[in-house]
Each structure stands twice: as structure tokens, then as C-alpha cells.
């Protein structure tokens, strides 16, 4: 029951973490009106899962490894942009504030910038959700598994959701300033996560070369362990990446939180930071 | 304490799907080392091995029938050298899942590579004849 119950939660949450943020990001700048159009796509995206999940069973068996390696090497690499994107966009509004911070701030959001987001959260939940339908029914379909794999990946499953409500709780509740801050900080470390994740799918898909143990931390904290769990659910926490994955992972994370941590503390002020 | 009878109606029906619609893989049971074209090959995992861990076949086509016996988390990854062939990921205790590969002559080894799992000998050599 327990490793049904870590692997779910591990899964649930790389989903669950986004759309909560994003959900208190539209709340906060203000675009409260575009919260249904994310649950729509939450919910397709879902609806898609289920279906994508149980054509495959029914038809080939199980998806080839290799499609299923590069499409989640895609959908990383897509959230990445859409987060950095997100990133300096919320860096650029910060810098636009003048005067006391409002509550929240009021932001015209393009139609654009609108699908974008959506498609982030429509992306992120696909990603999961088929794996998840797929891993359901080899639960139900496997003789030595009864109710309690199933229950544990079930409550698994709903202490992801949980923990991205109580995200999105938080979100709405801080002070503006607090939030931009974390939760630019937040985001780009799960962006680096996502980026060393890609590198590894990619790399399972045969597309690039990416071997060898650039260190292992297995014993010392698995992301089979539960927390270890979390933090592979939330930041890509891997014990035992490849080199590759370490250098893009840092490649990412060096840059980018220089640049947000050069510019100030938090990711606006009033006057640009000195030369 | 609940007993085992009763999943969602959602999932019988998808079982019932799923029991009218599949290919007869068979029973899992005590494994086979040895496989044709198109044939299943049984392997159980548990702590820290494979069963069997060595296994003989013909190139082709060829599906294996994983089941987890132990009480940890595994994978079931073919390797050809450090060259990633397919995989089985998120095996809980329990669970059986089948991989579906198309192998060419060669020497492959099936490894998990979770943390500290491989480490433990969690091995086995797979030897494909032309």
C-alpha cells in the first residue's frame, strides 16, 4: 500500500504544484476570469487521460516506451518555457508597480498570454494523468493487487490534489510582495527539475546519450522514500541523476536565479538594480 | 478492516473490458528462462533480484509478463550496454505489467535502477540468439 501510496503522490504532485500556483498567480494579478477557462482545460485534459489511457490498453497494450519517453521529454521542455515565460513576466509587472502594493495588482492578459497559461495546466495534468489511468489499470488488472494498492494510490492521488489546494490557499492569502517572491523562487527550481527530467526522458527515448551516475544518493534519501517523494514530485529531486542531468539542471537554476536574485531580493523594486 | 471486494463501478467495467479484450498473456507463475517469437517470458522481481536472472531467447518479438512478489517499489529496465531499451517503471508490490519489445540478436541485461536496488545485485542477463 505504501509504495502505491509514495509512487501516486510523487506523480500527483509534479500536476498538482502547477495548477496550484498557477491558479493563485491568475488570482493575484488580478484575472480571477480566467480561473474557468484553466479548469476547463484541467478537466480536458483529464477527460483526455482517461481516454488516451483506456484506448491503449484496449488496443496495443501499453504505450512504447520510446513514444512515451519523448512526449514527456516535450511536455517538460514546454512547461519549462511557459514557467520561464511566467517567471520574468511577474518580473516585469513587479518592476511596473509604482506606489503601494494593491492587494493584488490588475494586469491585462492577452489572449495569448491566457492560452499559454492554459495550456500549461492542460499539459502538466495530461502528462500525469495518462500515466496515472495506465498505472490504475494495471492495478485492477494485476491478481496480487487488491483494494489496498488501490486505496493507497487513491490517497496518494488525493494528498497531491490536496497539497496543490493548500498551494493555491497560501498563494491567495500572502502579502503580493511574499508571493511574487516565492513563488518566483519556487518556480525556478521546478523548472530546473523539469529541465534535468526532460533531459532524462529524452535520453530513455534513445534521443540523446545520457549514462553514467554523476552521484548517488540512494542511500541517503531515495525519491521512493516519502521524502524523498515529495521532493521528487515537487522539484524533480532525482538520488541518482546522470551528469547530463546535473549540468542542465544547473544551467538552468545558475542563471536564472542570478538574475532574479541580482535584480533585488525580491523580483521587482522600484529603481532598476545598479549596473 | 476492508475487504477486497468492492472497487468503483467504473473500474469493473473497465475490467470486464479488459478481461474481454486481452490477448491471453497467461497466468503469471513460476518463470520460464526460455522464450520463442512472439512468446511470454514470466519474470517476478522482489528484494533485491529477478527470477529468473538469466534468460535465453530467440530474436523477435517478445513480451514479458513482470510481476513484483517483493514489498518495494521496481523497475524492470533492458539495457544494451549503457544503451536504454525499454522500460517498466512504478512496479509496486503486487502489480504485473507486460513490455512488448522487438529484440535483435545481442547481449542485453535487465536492470532496476532505482536507488541502491542495483547496487544490491538486482540483475539479470539476457542473451538474444540470432
Same mark, same amino acid.
Request: aromatic share 8%; hydrophobic share 50%; glycine share 12%.
Given at each position: 500500500?505504501?509504495?502505491?501510496?509514495?509512487?501516486? #503522490?510523487?506523480?500527483?504532485?509534479?500536476?498538482?504544484?502547477?495548477?496550484?500556483?498557477? +491558479?493563485?498567480?491568475?488570482?493575484?494579478?488580478?484575472?480571477?476570469?480566467?480561473?474557468?477557462?484553466?479548469?476547463?482545460?484541467?478537466?480536458?485534459?483529464?477527460?483526455?487521460?482517461?481516454?488516451?489511457?483506456?484506448?491503449?490498453?484496449?488496443?496495443?497494450?501499453? #504505450?512504447?516506451?520510446?513514444?512515451?519517453?519523448?512526449?514527456?521529454?516535450?511536455?517538460?521542455?514546454?512547461?519549462?518555457?511557459?514557467?520561464?515565460?511566467?517567471?520574468?513576466?511577474?518580473?516585469?509587472?513587479?518592476?511596473?508597480?509604482?506606489?503601494?502594493?494593491?492587494?493584488?495588482?490588475?494586469?491585462?492578459?492577452?489572449?495569448?498570454?491566457?492560452?499559454?497559461?492554459?495550456?500549461?495546466?492542460?499539459?502538466?495534468?495530461?502528462?500525469?494523468?495518462?500515466?496515472?489511468?495506465?498505472?490504475?489499470?494495471?492495478?485492477?488488472?494485476?491478481?496480487? %493487487?487488491?483494494?489496498?494498492?488501490?486505496?493507497?494510490?487513491?490517497?496518494?492521488?488525493?494528498? +497531491?490534489?490536496?497539497?496543490?489546494?493548500?498551494?493555491?490557499?497560501?498563494?491567495?492569502?500572502? &502579502?503580493?510582495?511574499?508571493?511574487? %517572491?516565492?513563488?518566483?523562487?519556487?518556480?525556478?527550481?521546478?523548472?530546473?527539475?523539469?529541465?534535468?527530467?526532460?533531459?532524462?526522458?529524452?535520453?530513455?527515448?534513445?534521443?540523446?546519450?545520457?549514462?553514467?551516475?554523476?552521484? &548517488?544518493?540512494?542511500?541517503?534519501?531515495?525519491?521512493?522514500?516519502? #521524502?524523498?517523494?515529495?521532493?521528487?514530485?515537487?522539484?524533480?529531486?532525482?538520488?541518482?541523476?546522470?551528469?547530463?542531468?546535473?549540468?542542465?539542471?544547473?544551467?538552468?537554476?545558475?542563471?536564472?536565479?542570478?538574475?532574479?536574485?541580482?535584480?533585488?531580493?525580491?523580483?521587482?523594486?522600484?529603481?532598476?538594480?545598479?549596473? | 478492516?476492508?475487504?477486497?471486494?468492492?472497487?468503483?463501478?467504473?473500474?469493473?467495467?473497465?475490467?470486464?473490458?479488459?478481461?474481454? $479484450?486481452?490477448?491471453?498473456?497467461?497466468?503469471?507463475?513460476?518463470?520460464?528462462?526460455?522464450?520463442?517469437?512472439?512468446?511470454?517470458?514470466?519474470?517476478?522481481?522482489?528484494?533485491?533480484?529477478?527470477?529468473?536472472?538469466?534468460?535465453?531467447?530467440?530474436?523477435?518479438?517478445?513480451?514479458?509478463?513482470?510481476?513484483?512478489?517483493?514489498?518495494?517499489?521496481?523497475?524492470?529496465?533492458?539495457?544494451?550496454?549503457?544503451?536504454?531499451?525499454?522500460?517498466?517503471?512504478?512496479?509496486?508490490?503486487?502489480?504485473?505489467?507486460?513490455?512488448?519489445?522487438?529484440?535483435?540478436?545481442?547481449?542485453?541485461?535487465?536492470? $532496476?535502477?532505482?536507488?541502491?536496488?542495483?547496487?544490491?545485485?538486482?540483475?539479470?542477463?539476457?542473451?538474444?540468439?540470432?
Amino acid at each position: 500500500m505504501v509504495p502505491a501510496f509514495l509512487l501516486m #503522490l510523487r506523480e500527483g504532485l509534479e500536476a498538482a504544484l502547477i495548477v496550484g500556483i498557477l +491558479a493563485a498567480y491568475l488570482v493575484r494579478i488580478g484575472r480571477r476570469d480566467a480561473l474557468p477557462k484553466v479548469w476547463a482545460g484541467v478537466v480536458a485534459a483529464l477527460v483526455l487521460s482517461v481516454a488516451v489511457g483506456i484506448i491503449v490498453v484496449v488496443t496495443i497494450g501499453d #504505450l512504447p516506451g520510446e513514444i512515451q519517453d519523448t512526449a514527456e521529454g516535450v511536455a517538460g521542455l514546454l512547461a519549462v518555457a511557459v514557467l520561464t515565460w511566467m517567471l520574468f513576466w511577474m518580473r516585469r509587472q513587479g518592476r511596473a508597480l509604482k506606489g503601494e502594493l494593491e492587494h493584488n495588482v490588475d494586469v491585462a492578459l492577452t489572449t495569448g498570454s491566457t492560452a499559454a497559461l492554459v495550456g500549461l495546466a492542460f499539459v502538466a495534468v495530461v502528462r500525469e494523468g495518462i500515466e496515472t489511468v495506465l498505472f490504475f489499470i494495471a492495478v485492477i488488472s494485476s491478481a496480487g %493487487t487488491g483494494l489496498p494498492v488501490f486505496g493507497g494510490a487513491l490517497v496518494g492521488l488525493a494528498i +497531491a490534489i490536496g497539497i496543490g489546494v493548500a498551494i493555491f490557499a497560501y498563494g491567495v492569502r500572502i &502579502n503580493l510582495r511574499r508571493f511574487f %517572491t516565492v513563488t518566483g523562487t519556487v518556480l525556478i527550481f521546478v523548472a530546473a527539475g523539469l529541465v534535468a527530467f526532460s533531459i532524462h526522458e529524452f535520453g530513455e527515448a534513445g534521443v540523446i546519450p545520457n549514462s553514467g551516475v554523476a552521484f &548517488n544518493f540512494g542511500g541517503i534519501l531515495s525519491e521512493t522514500d516519502p #521524502l524523498g517523494s515529495l521532493l521528487a514530485g515537487l522539484f524533480g529531486y532525482r538520488a541518482k541523476p546522470t551528469p547530463l542531468e546535473v549540468v542542465g539542471y544547473l544551467a538552468y537554476l545558475v542563471p536564472v536565479l542570478t538574475v532574479f536574485v541580482l535584480d533585488g531580493r525580491v523580483p521587482f523594486r522600484r529603481q532598476p538594480a545598479p549596473a | 478492516m476492508l475487504r477486497r471486494a468492492r472497487l468503483p463501478l467504473a473500474s469493473v467495467l473497465i475490467g470486464g473490458v479488459l478481461a474481454a $479484450c486481452s490477448s491471453g498473456s497467461g497466468t503469471p507463475g513460476p518463470s520460464s528462462g526460455v522464450g520463442g517469437s512472439g512468446q511470454v517470458v514470466n519474470v517476478q522481481t522482489s528484494e533485491f533480484r529477478f527470477d529468473p536472472s538469466s534468460i535465453t531467447l530467440p530474436a523477435g518479438k517478445v513480451t514479458f509478463h513482470v510481476r513484483n512478489v517483493g514489498s518495494a517499489e521496481h523497475e524492470f529496465e533492458i539495457f544494451k550496454g549503457e544503451e536504454a531499451v525499454d522500460e517498466i517503471e512504478g512496479l509496486v508490490p503486487g502489480l504485473e505489467k507486460d513490455l512488448t519489445v522487438d529484440l535483435p540478436a545481442g547481449t542485453y541485461s535487465i536492470e $532496476c535502477r532505482l536507488p541502491g536496488h542495483l547496487e544490491q545485485g538486482m540483475k539479470a542477463t539476457l542473451t538474444v540468439t540470432p
